[in-house]
């Protein structure tokens, strides 16, 4: 059913995302120590202030820039990325080299064709920072893989970079437009569209179908076939956040606790896969980012505008 999206429901939409994923971000990166995570749990969770990561930080740059110009206008993220780029916020060694290359102002093709040797980036930055951008499409997948495309070039020019954000924002466009149409997607659904939307040759696309023949499975053995992103690649860590978030995209606290227990790059697992589930979820409702959390999760950055 066609149905129109009015800018403050848009915003709405990313705005949850955004919390989903700032809150994994900052909740992930509290256990990220192997072996830990699961006893900790069990115990209590941490006290706050939980600080953000680069995950965050680039993910607010990418919601300002949809808040100014309604879409994704590459030259603009590029400098707000750069601006804004804090490296005390756990950049990769990669992140780090090419944001102090455009800050210094090398234009943003050059940079990111330029990176690892001229292979590009095939990271999980441009998925970890991109669900917002999804849930803002709620309106049009194809819209939506678009954006995310557009979004992932200034840093990532490796198609499996690029696929891995497309895949994002698909499960991000279809969550928020489920949650919308008060209906909840089957997993296996989900998961196939997304597929569908990503480049057939490419190893994100392969692991997003295992993904949905491994709907059912314990989190743990789906990491462990799929990957928990403990190389940092797209490829690594995509398929299995999208797992996560099509398998508990109605449990917030759930889908953070599985990325929690399956280990690896934490905090960007459950970046991904918060930002997804709470574009679904909302924050504050029964299944959605619990206010306490929200709460814990250390503020957003003054710069992100009330606009944003």
Do not use: K
């Not at 990532?156 to 970079?161: N, S, V």
Request: glycine fraction near 10%; charge should be negative.
């Amino acid at each position: 059913m066609a149905f129109t999206l009015f800018p403050d429901t848009r915003l709405t939409l990313a705005r949850d995302a955004l919390a989903g994923l700032s809150v994994g971000d900052a909740l992930g990166a509290r256990f990220f120590v192997p072996g830990s995570a699961a006893a900790a749990w069990a115990d209590a969770l941490p006290h706050g202030p939980w600080p953000w990561s680069d995950d965050t930080e680039m993910a607010c740059s990418v919601l300002t820039v949809l808040a100014a110009h309604g879409r994704v206008d590459r030259d603009a993220l590029a400098l707000a990325f750069a601006a804004h780029y804090d490296p005390a916020r756990r950049y990769g060694a990669g992140a780090v080299e090419l944001l102090e290359v455009i800050r210094a102002g090398t234009p943003w093709p050059v940079a990111a064709a330029s990176a690892f040797d001229g292979q590009g980036s095939c990271g999980n930055g441009a998925a970890m920072r991109v669900a917002p951008l999804g849930a803002w499409y709620a309106d049009s997948t194809r819209r939506a893989a678009d954006q995310a495309r557009a979004s992932a070039e200034v840093t990532h020019a490796h198609p499996e970079g690029i696929a891995g954000a497309v895949a994002v924002a698909v499960a991000a466009s279809l969550a928020a437009r489920a949650r919308l149409d008060g209906v909840r997607p089957e997993p296996a659904r989900l998961l196939t569209v997304v597929a569908g939307a990503v480049d057939s040759a490419g190893e994100v696309h392969r692991g997003v179908r295992r993904a949905a023949a491994l709907l059912g499975h314990p989190a743990g053995e789906v990491a462990e076939a799929l990957g928990n992103g403990s190389r940092v690649t797209a490829q690594d860590t995509v398929p299995f956040t999208l797992w996560v978030a099509a398998t508990h995209l109605h449990d917030y606290p759930a889908a953070i606790r599985a990325c929690v227990e399956a280990g690896g790059d934490v905090d960007t697992t459950a970046a991904i896969a918060g930002g997804v589930v709470a574009a679904h979820t909302g924050v504050g409702t029964p299944g959605g980012v619990p206010d306490g959390w929200l709460a814990a999760r250390e503020p957003l950055p003054s710069w992100l505008t009330a606009s944003a």
